[in-house]
């Protein structure tokens, strides 16, 4: 009963994404301001999510129904559980389990599998081709991701747990203190940007070019479990870098936010093939400098 009331209640599934919804009015708002506009509501993104699951769940014709329904829900069970091991660390110190890190990072990947499989399943070709883009950016992104995530590791001397590295942090300065442990955050964050398909990174659904890319085919209830998988997703990640590199310290999550946002409005949308390069050339290529950094104790 424990187990299921952390998935679900707090801190998993519900706590989650109220503070998601909550962060996308953020988003929303500060976006707003920033092109002199007055924004929505503090509810507008509940009343939206309310409003699809109310609406009707159209499967298209031709589509493998079973792979296209499962799997927005294969994206938003993934956050749930990333979200329930990351503050089940900050908030009650939980111990979690060996290598949990390693775990979060196979976990977090699919949510963006999920886009994937749905969209090709759908039989949309503009899905197909958001699916495509979408399936390289990832193949582009993980790898600097990974790299600049196991900086703190490094640092650490092989701590490989959440918990292992707040308590480490603690005890001693965090890893931004490092240089290695700057260029590694800021290669993470630029890397989330491309995780959460954010601008200059959302080619996979530009509306422009190709509608709604990967989502053009869903709508309804399937629709809203994609959109609150994305706004728990804006909360999840950039906890767990201010656990990654700065010991938990929560007062550093609205700055990461705000951050992203900023890179969100002041930033083009860049091609998908311009995205391969950049996350394969400057943005390895920093990741891996970081790395030597770490081991050098730097």
């Not at 260029?183 to 959302?202: E, H, M, N, S, W």
């Amino acid at each position: 009963m424990k187990n299921l009331f952390y998935f679900f209640i707090f801190p998993g599934f519900l706590f989650t994404a109220v503070i998601g919804f909550l962060l996308t009015w953020v988003d929303r708002k500060l976006t707003a301001r920033l092109q002199w506009r007055v924004g929505p509501p503090w509810y507008q993104s509940f009343i939206d999510f309310f409003k699809l699951l109310g609406k009707e769940l159209i499967i298209p014709k031709g589509s493998s129904a079973l792979v296209f329904l499962l799997s927005p829900i294969a994206g938003l069970t993934a956050v749930t559980l990333v979200s329930m091991m990351l503050w089940t660390a900050v908030l009650f110190g939980s111990s979690g389990f060996p290598a949990d890190i390693i775990v979060i990072l196979y976990i977090s990947i699919i949510p963006a599998l999920s886009i994937i499989m749905g969209a090709f399943s759908s039989g949309n070709p503009l899905a197909s081709l958001g699916a495509s883009r979408e399936m390289k950016l990832m193949l582009a992104y993980e790898l600097p991701f990974i790299l600049s995530v196991f900086v703190p590791v490094i640092l650490s001397q092989g701590v490989i747990t959440l918990n292992g590295l707040v308590m480490f942090q603690r005890e001693n300065p965090h890893f931004l203190s490092h240089i290695s442990g700057v260029l590694a955050f800021l290669t993470a964050i630029i890397c989330i940007q491309a995780k959460l398909t954010l601008v200059p990174f959302d080619s996979p659904e530009a509306e422009t070019e190709i509608m709604a890319g990967a989502y053009i085919e869903y709508s309804g209830p399937a629709l809203a479990v994609y959109k609150l998988t994305k706004a728990m997703n804006f909360l999840v990640m950039p906890l767990f870098l201010t656990i990654m590199f700065l010991g938990a310290r929560l007062y550093f999550l609205p700055a990461i936010i705000v951050v992203m946002i900023l890179l969100k409005n002041t930033n083009p949308r860049v091609r998908i093939d311009q995205a391969v390069k950049f996350f394969w050339g400057p943005m390895t290529a920093i990741a891996v400098v970081a790395v030597i950094l770490a081991f050098a104790g730097f």
